[in-house]
């Protein structure tokens, strides 16, 4: 399971996730929220349907960056 900095709430992730317009955007809150609630890449995946590296390189991206 990827480690998520604490940048932002889980609640406040959730709801930069639901209020995005950017399909882009949208998708890399939602791939943080679902690893900052404990998903395993591998899930996340599954959800965003993107691959495990692109989750890993994600989070890191928002580790990294807030």
Partial sequence: MPQVARHLTLRELERRYKKAKD???KTRFQAVYHAAKGLS???I???TLQTPRWVHATVRRYNLLG
């Fill in 23 to 25: 399909p882009v955007e």
């Fill in 41 to 43: 890449a591998r899930e």
């Fill in 45 to 47: 995946a599954r959800i």
